[in-house]
């Protein structure tokens, strides 16, 4: 079966850096699409980027273009988020997430995911 766990998140001031990482196991880890999810409190879950394992081409939502990274490493078997300049409006619980499906984009739905790791970011 497929398991994804995050880690890195924490308390952080505006302006802060944090970098998330995502372990997987249990699915193929060549072509695949992974992706990072934003759920701030109280309301949705919303996909903010994503990256194609076979070339490394990569996708990101307006709101975090220029700010956050996502990377991966093909032989830590491990998913990456570099997130720079963090605001308020970026804490919430950010989840790992693999696609199986053709189309890789940010926005794409997702088929398998993590348990979720909090970002607090305070004013």
């Not at 076979?54 to 990274?69: A, H, L, N």
């Not at 804490?91 to 890789?104: D, M, Q, V």
């Amino acid at each position: 079966q497929v398991i994804l766990v995050e880690s890195g998140g924490g308390s952080v001031q505006a302006g802060g850096s944090l970098r998330l990482s995502c372990t997987g196991s249990g699915y193929r880890q060549n072509h695949n699409c992974m992706g990072w999810f934003h759920r701030p409190p109280g309301k949705g879950r919303d996909g903010i980027a994503s990256v194609y394992t076979g070339d490394g081409s990569t996708s990101y939502r307006d709101t975090v273009k220029g700010r956050f990274t996502v990377s991966h490493d093909s032989a830590k078997n491990t998913l990456y988020l570099e997130m720079n300049n963090l605001k308020p409006e970026d804490s919430g619980i950010y989840y790992c997430a693999l696609r199986e499906r053709p189309g890789c984009k940010y926005n794409a739905a997702f088929s398998f995911w993590g348990q979720g790791t909090q970002v607090t970011v305070s004013t």
